[in-house]
């Protein structure tokens, strides 16, 4: 079975621009995961989605980021504007609804944006 | 608010030494706690999952406790290799409709060979 897949795995931009990062979670799974890491908060939940529905999303640090979930086996995360202090490793995470819940976790994707 | 705290951030330690890492809880309503690796440059591995009513799981060298009562979770490894180093993450899911994981800083262990 692919674990969970993201693209791009590193995405370097200019101040300004927009930025989309792709998540495909693993096929069955009804949770998917957006969260951020970086050095000075560790590992935040940004947003989190049920059968395609967004649930919560308290963790978006403001308007510039949005996420959308149009089918089972596809997410996206689009910052617009991008700033410098957005740089950090976005991570996808899927779950199955049943069972514990456990959450599996893509590989990750190192943004920077100078 | 549930807070995460592990120690300590770092440990290096020889090959072969037994080792604990420690993880600690604010709010004893966890629905569960998951103990993750992640190696540099790469994504979270799971390693063990511990539901609240259940007090340790192993998988090999790993094991991990859950005491709730006082907000503790240890990761023991046991005879530590080379390639045990890595970041260690905790994290655990609040006994609530939500299925948020509230992770720790983890701790960075360097087994030395």
């Known amino acids: 079975d692919a674990g969970v897949i993201q693209s791009p795995r590193h995405e370097v931009t200019e101040m300004g621009q927009e930025v989309t990062l792709r998540c495909k979670p693993i096929s069955g799974h009804d949770y998917l995961f957006w969260y951020r890491q970086t050095m000075m908060r560790g590992l935040e939940l940004l947003i989190y989605f049920n059968n395609n529905v967004p649930i919560d999303d308290s963790g978006m640090p403001e308007d510039r980021f949005s996420a959308k979930m149009p089918n089972a086996s596809f997410s996206t995360l689009k910052i617009q504007p991008s700033e410098p202090r957005d740089s950090a490793v976005y991570f996808c995470?899927?779950?199955?609804?049943?069972?514990?819940?456990?959450?599996?976790f893509g590989p990750g994707t190192r943004l920077t944006v100078t | 608010k549930q807070e995460v705290t592990q120690i300590p951030a770092a440990l290096s330690v020889p090959e072969g030494e037994n080792l604990v890492l420690n993880c600690s809880f604010t709010?004893?309503?966890?629905?569960?706690l998951q103990w993750f690796r992640q190696d540099p440059g790469k994504g979270l591995t799971s390693l063990l999952l511990?539901?609240?009513?259940?007090r340790e799981q192993t998988s090999g060298r790993l094991n991990a406790s859950l005491d709730k009562s006082s907000g503790r979770s240890t990761l023991y490894i046991a005879a530590s290799q080379p390639g045990d180093s890595a970041t260690y993450l905790c994290?655990?899911?609040?006994?609530?409709?939500?299925?948020?994981?509230?992770f720790g800083s983890g701790t960075r262990l360097l087994v030395r060979p």
């Open positions: 994290a655990v899911r609040l006994r609530d409709s939500s299925y948020k994981l509230i």
């Open positions: 511990i539901q609240s009513s259940q």
């Open positions: 709010d004893s309503a966890i629905y569960n």
């Open positions: 995470a899927s779950s199955p609804d049943r069972g514990y819940y456990e959450q599996y």
